[in-house]
């Protein structure tokens, strides 16, 4: 009953625009594990390691005196629900055929990657402290050549859903089950590429691979809305082809359905479109485009690990 109970609980917290398809997952869910529901236990140590990550992001951001912080907070429950419990990996075997893909396309926010990476075990955590220093294995922008548990190296927007296909039409040609996602950015959206991508994913009818909108709103130097408008995003997605969930991207509970609808789905790729806020946490970050390449001075970092402190 509980479980039933708080299954409906969550479909209505997504967009009533999802109920059509909300309603046939239901009946797989109902039909498939029995345990779909996530335990409060879990959604309280993931949301502590997000708290986490945040800070790291911060620090690190702070310490390099460059980096982008915004994006990254924006980003980092969906990442934290990724690396700490949905994805199929293994931080001491990076290299792993059978691991899941996650390919950070907007991969200026690798703040909070590396910050994921670091915890989960692939490096360890003081690697964090020499962001962005010559040498380092972490550049500015995402390296596979330099960062283990690295899968793609993105920065250059809108390429990284079209790698994310090569690697799911892999894993079909090799008879393998691991699945693949990919994180875009709202701005990233504007680019083109993005468009064939989604075009050809439905084409293969890709369902091993998950597209995640971090859509915040805000891209490098003002609103998306006002730069290049993306409204109605989620009817520009089921016109592509792709089975289109909204969630509220800083709801663990949400984030975690959201992850585990997406692997029932059956013939098409799943998008999420996770509405945010940029700068997530920090008070006199959120929504302020200022804070997207910039780090924060010795005091701001001060007043923002204050605000960073688990309250239950
Ligand atoms: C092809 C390309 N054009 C321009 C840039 C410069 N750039 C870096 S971040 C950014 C804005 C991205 O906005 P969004 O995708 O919304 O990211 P977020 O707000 O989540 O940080 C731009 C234009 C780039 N990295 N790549």
Redesign the pocket.
Known sequence: MKTVLSLELSLINYSVKELGDGANLLMVRLGCKGETFHSDELVARLRRIALQLRRDVLKMTTKAGSG?P??SL?AADIITALYFHHLRHDPKNPNWEDRDRFILS?G??CPVLYAALARCGYFPVEELWRLRKIGSMLQGHPDMLKTPGVEAST????QGLSIGIGMALAARLDGKDYRVYVML????LD?GQVWEAAMAASHFRLNNITAIV?Y?G???DGF?EDIMSLEPLAEKWRAFGWHTIEIDGHNMRQILDALDMAVMVKCKPTVIIAHTV?GKGVSFMENRVEF?GKALTEEQLRKALEELRWEG
Do not use: P
Not at 155 to 158: A, Y
């Open positions: 982008h915004g994006g924006s907007k200026h926010s920065g250059n927007l809108g950015g709202d701005g990233e680019e971090d915040n805000l891209q490098l998306t940029k997207h």
